[in-house]
C-alpha cells in the first residue's frame, strides 16, 4: 500500500469501485505542455476568443480563427499524453473506468490507447477539421498547405460549406449527443474522479454535482482549489500526473 496518505485514499478509491468515471479538464493536459487557455495569462486573457456568429457572419474571423489554430499548432502536434493521462488509459483497460468526460480539445486520452467511443468530448476536438454543414472531415496538414499560399479561410470541396476545427466554439451550441452520453454515464458511476478542471464552466461542471446527489464517490484532483472542494469526498491540490499515476501504478 502506498505511504502517503492521500495517494492511499485515492488507491483505496479505485480499489472499490465497480464502474467509474474520469473527468478531465486542461490541468491533465498542460502537464503534456499544451496552454490551459483560460488561466490568468492564457491566450484567452490576452486575445478574446472568436465567438461562433462571428465566424459565420465574416471572413476575416474565419481567416483570423485559422491564423491562430495554425500558429498552435507545433505545440498540439508535439505533445504526448503524460503519466496522468496513461494512468486514466490504464484504469480504462482495466474495466475500472466506463468513460472519460473531457473539457480538452487536444485527443490526447486517446493518443493515450483510450477507445474513441469511451471518449465524450464535451467541447469536440481540434486535432482535426470538418464542414460544418456536412461533416465532411478535414486534416490539418493539407489546410494549412493552402491556407499558408493565400490566407483564405477554408471552404468544403463537397458542398461549399465552411471548413473548422471539430471544437465547441464560445457561442455554439453545447453538443446534444456528447452531453446526454456524459449524462447517462454519469449516472452510472459510483466513483467519479475529476482530474484538472476549475469547474467553473457550466454546464459541464454540472456533471461533478449530479455524479455526487446520486451517491456516487466524488474525487478531484486539481492544482487550485475548484468550485466544488466542499462537496467532494476526497481533495487533492497537486500533480496529476503524479497522484494518480502512483494510486493506479502507472510511471
Ligand atoms: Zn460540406
Redesign the pocket.
Known amino acids: 500500500m502506498p505511504t502517503d496518505p492521500q495517494i492511499a485514499e485515492l488507491a483505496q478509491a479505485v480499489a472499490r469501485t465497480r464502474s467509474a468515471v474520469v473527468f478531465t479538464g486542461a490541468g491533465i493536459s498542460t502537464e503534456s505542455g499544451i496552454p490551459d487557455f483560460r488561466s490568468p495569462g492564457g491566450i484567452w486573457t490576452r486575445m478574446a476568443p472568436i465567438d461562433f456568429s462571428d465566424f459565420l457572419a465574416s471572413e476575416e474571423a474565419r481567416r483570423e480563427t485559422w491564423r491562430r489554430r495554425f500558429a498552435m499548432e507545433d505545440t498540439f502536434r508535439e505533445a504526448q499524453p503524460n503519466r496522468g493521462h496513461r494512468a486514466v488509459a490504464e484504469l480504462v483497460r482495466r474495466g475500472k473506468v466506463a468513460a472519460v468526460i473531457t473539457q480538452n480539445i487536444d485527443g490526447l486520452h486517446q493518443a493515450s490507447g483510450i477507445a474513441d467511443d469511451r471518449v465524450i468530448e464535451l467541447h469536440g476536438n481540434t486535432t482535426y477539421a470538418h ?6 472531415r478535414y486534416e490539418l496538414t493539407a489546410l494549412r498547405t493552402v491556407f499558408e499560399r493565400d490566407e483564405t479561410a477554408p471552404i ?6 465552411y ?1 473548422k476545427t471539430a471544437t465547441i466554439s464560445f457561442g455554439q451550441a453545447m453538443p446534444v449527443d456528447a452531453m446526454r452520453r456524459a449524462e447517462i454515464e454519469t449516472l452510472a458511476a459510483d466513483l467519479f474522479i475529476v482530474a484538472g478542471s476549475s469547474l467553473v464552466v457550466y454546464p459541464a461542471a454540472g456533471f461533478p454535482q449530479l455524479a455526487k446527489h446520486n451517491g456516487a464517490t466524488l474525487v478531484i484532483i486539481n492544482r487550485e482549489p475548484t468550485g466544488l472542494d466542499h462537496i467532494a469526498d476526497i481533495v487533492v491540490h497537486r500533480s496529476i500526473g503524479e497522484i494518480l499515476g502512483a494510486a493506479v501504478g502507472v510511471d
Do not use: A
Open positions: 464542414c460544418l454543414d456536412c461533416k465532411s468544403c470541396d463537397d458542398c461549399g460549406g471548413v
